[in-house]
């Protein structure tokens, strides 16, 4: 079971203030204003913490990197990440009042571990995306709906494909949910995957006006084999004015 002995990294938190930019690990098309600088932490099961700093440019792009180790608590040697991830967004239509927002990206970062006889991570980085949302103010809240298309580039670039869908659900800007479907079609068969996809939900919990904390529960089906569901994370974020 992850150790979450972190903190420090609610006190960090509270200090500082951002925009969600995924469900629970599936992108939407937030995008961080310009000048702006995002820190991201995840604490995973095996001991593992991955973070990613990304920086908002001219309101229509976003870069970042990522690096991470698995074992990173308690004792033995700390398996580090092959290579660290990088990001990129870029913003191609803004949202309207009926249309939703548009993002184009790249990702190389995977969740979970590393396999380097499988050449993957144990849910794939997202590799090529592009995703849109559209967002309502509902019932005390926003409301948003997002979906999209990916090719991912672990295993040499075979069984890349998959499509997502999602939603979150804010309350007075203080706690939300979040729902979405992976269809993970390269993980349909083991040892990938049992051919479920991946179903996940998280709790938003928003400590200032623009930083927060989530508790994930990753692969409600159990499309992971031989592991125990859901896989329990806690997911970080904050964002600062850099310039």
């Known amino acids: 079971m992850t150790k979450i002995v972190l903190i420090p990294i609610f006190i960090i938190v509270m200090l500082f203030a951002g925009q969600p930019q995924q469900l629970v690990h599936c992108p939407t098309a937030g995008m961080a204003e310009h000048g702006k600088m995002l820190t991201q932490m995840l604490v995973f099961p095996g001991d593992g913490l991955r973070a990613k700093v990304s920086l908002g440019l001219f309101n229509i792009a976003q870069v970042g990197i990522s690096y991470g180790a698995m074992r990173l608590f308690g004792r033995g040697s700390v398996d580090v990440d092959p290579l660290p991830g990088f990001e990129l967004r870029l913003r191609i239509l803004s949202e309207g009042v009926k249309m939703p927002a548009i993002l184009i990206g790249l990702d190389t970062q995977g969740y979970g571990a590393y396999n380097d006889e499988l050449k993957r991570y144990d849910q794939k980085s997202r590799g090529g995306y592009i995703v849109a949302s559209k967002n309502w103010w509902w019932l005390s809240g926003n409301f948003g709906l997002h979906g999209g298309f990916n090719y991912s580039f672990e295993e040499n670039f075979a069984r890349g494909f998959s499509a997502f869908v ?11 949910i979040r729902l979405e479907y992976d269809l993970a079609t390269g993980d349909n068969e083991p040892p990938r995957g049992n051919g479920y996809g991946y179903l996940s939900a998280a709790l938003s919990i928003h400590f200032a006006e623009n930083a927060w904390a989530d508790i994930n529960f990753f692969d409600l089906l159990g499309n992971m084999p031989d592991v125990p569901s859901p896989s329990r994370e806690l997911f970080v974020m904050f964002e600062t004015k850099v310039f």
């Open 166 to 176: 999602g939603f979150d659900k804010d309350i007075k800007d203080a706690v939300g």
